[in-house]
């Protein structure tokens, strides 16, 4: 019974596998060629869904004979130790679980140990949550470009934006390294409503992502709330693409729109990249974005104005010809000039030209970029661990 899962599985991963591959741009780029390219069709991910998978139930196949195990590591994972637990996810059921939900649901609430969720390559069609009670949890992926977590829903079909997310986290101390977190719903049309479709909710405080990648269109990426660190991400969208009331800084992150290409000469807005959502001047969130690019296609602003005090920094990033010149939006309330914080320093490329940007957008001086370049920023020397802590080779 639990082999035959296993089979009915794996030709079904195979054949959609082999549909993305013929999507591909490029044969050299493998999933990435899928995943950078979401205004194709995103019927094929679609397919993954009809494998009979439980998203509750965990799996045990490694006794039962799996050839797709034969080039697993037959001594991994490696047995816990005092401070790290291992939560090892296969599609194939070579090791402990098949889904990354069943992984998380196994993990012990408020462990104070890493509990490291291995999930090995593949795409996992699952809506994945990590509830609060499930602090210190890392998901470590094979690459964000072999390795992806994708749901489809929107908001029409999930009582809201809010809760469209592939992948929620509420969670403190949550970890994410070499993984993507994909929405797969349709593309928005022009004057669609309820289309929204988040990839990635991070509600939790004190949470890291390195070399990950967010791939959707409207509102793909909800940098909800807390303090949170993006290293090396791919970060993809049209419409308010990084959005939310967190406190984040985005480190050599690629930023690249997908929203609908403008003809020369029109002014048509298609997108924006951020709509931070700060509320009031004693909150202390805002997104710093630093040796970052601005890619893809589109013609959009830096960010527009969600809440009054919408607070925005752009630092040493290259910006291509597709941000407007003027900049910024403040979401048609005049009023939210004065109080919103937009600012650029030192940035670079045919979209970084500050002569015609709104008057409210600022170029910053020296002193005043100063508190935004590092993770002093989000109180990293507090809690941020670097990329190598609690890493599980395979
Ligand atoms: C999923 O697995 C659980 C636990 O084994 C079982 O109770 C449930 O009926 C299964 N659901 C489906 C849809 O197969
Ligand atoms: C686990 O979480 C607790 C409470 O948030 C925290 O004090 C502890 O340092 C965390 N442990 C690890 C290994 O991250
Ligand atoms: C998600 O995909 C399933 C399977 O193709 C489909 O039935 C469902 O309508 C899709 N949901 C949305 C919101 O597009
Ligand atoms: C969302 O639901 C509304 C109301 O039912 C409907 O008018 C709209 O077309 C739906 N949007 C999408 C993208 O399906
Ligand atoms: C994982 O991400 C880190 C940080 O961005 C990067 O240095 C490393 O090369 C990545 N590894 C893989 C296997 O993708
Ligand atoms: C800036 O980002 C690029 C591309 O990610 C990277 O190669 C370079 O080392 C970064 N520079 C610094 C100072 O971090
Ligand atoms: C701002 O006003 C313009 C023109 O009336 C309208 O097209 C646009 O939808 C409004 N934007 C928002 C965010 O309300
Ligand atoms: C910046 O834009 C202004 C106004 O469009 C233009 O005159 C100037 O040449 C531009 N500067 C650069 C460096 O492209
Ligand atoms: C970040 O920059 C500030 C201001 O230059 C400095 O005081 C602080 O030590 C730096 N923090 C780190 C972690 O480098």
Not at 104 to 131: C, D, H, L, M, Q
Request: net charge negative; glycine share 8%.
């Amino acid at each position: 019974m639990v082999a035959k899962i296993a089979i009915i599985a794996l030709p079904c991963c195979t054949a959609a596998l082999l549909l993305l591959s013929s999507h591909l741009h490029s044969p050299a780029t493998s999933l990435l060629g899928i995943l950078l390219d979401l205004a194709t069709p995103s019927l094929p991910f679609y397919l993954l869904a009809s494998g009979n998978t439980n998203s509750t139930e965990n799996h045990r196949y490694r006794d039962e004979y799996n050839p797709f195990c034969d080039d697993f590591p037959p001594d991994f994972p490696p047995p816990d130790t005092a401070t790290v637990s291992i939560f090892c996810v296969d599609p194939n059921g070579c090791c402990s679980f098949t889904t990354v939900q069943a992984a998380v649901n196994a993990v012990p609430s408020f462990s104070r140990k890493r509990n490291v969720v291995w999930i090995n390559k593949g795409i996992y069609y699952e809506k994945v949550t990590v509830p609060a009670t499930k602090p210190n949890i890392t998901f470590q992926g094979q690459g964000f470009d072999l390795t992806a977590i994708a749901w489809n829903d929107t908001a029409n079909s999930s009582h809201g934006t809010f809760y469209s997310a592939s992948v929620s986290v509420f969670a403190t101390g949550f970890v994410a390294k070499n993984i993507s977190f994909i929405n797969v719903a349709p593309i928005p049309r022009p004057g669609d409503v309820g289309a929204q479709a988040v990839a990635l909710r991070i509600g939790g405080d004190q949470a890291a992502f390195w070399g990950c990648g967010f791939f959707g269109a409207q509102d793909t990426l909800h940098d909800d709330r807390g303090r949170h660190y993006f290293k090396e991400c791919f970060i993809q969208g049209s419409i308010d693409f990084i959005f939310g009331d967190a406190r984040s800084l985005y480190e050599n992150c690629r930023v690249i729109s997908m929203a609908d290409a403008v003809p020369a000469g029109v002014r048509t807005i298609t997108g924006s990249v951020t709509a931070h959502g700060r509320e009031s001047e004693e909150e202390k969130t805002g997104y710093s974005f630093v040796n970052c690019s601005i890619g893809g296609t589109g013609r959009i602003w830096l960010g527009r104005a969600w809440r009054p005090y919408s607070t925005v920094v752009f630092a040493y990033t290259s910006m291509s010809d597709i941000i407007a010149s003027e900049g910024w939006n403040d979401w048609n309330d005049s009023s939210r000039d004065q109080t919103v914080f937009y600012g650029e320093y030192r940035c670079t490329g045919d979209g970084a030209n500050l002569s015609d940007r709104v008057p409210y957008a600022q170029k910053l001086s020296d002193g005043q970029v100063l508190p935004y370049l590092n993770t002093s920023y989000i109180d990293g020397d507090r809690w941020l661990m670097p990329y190598c802590d609690s890493l599980i080779f395979a």
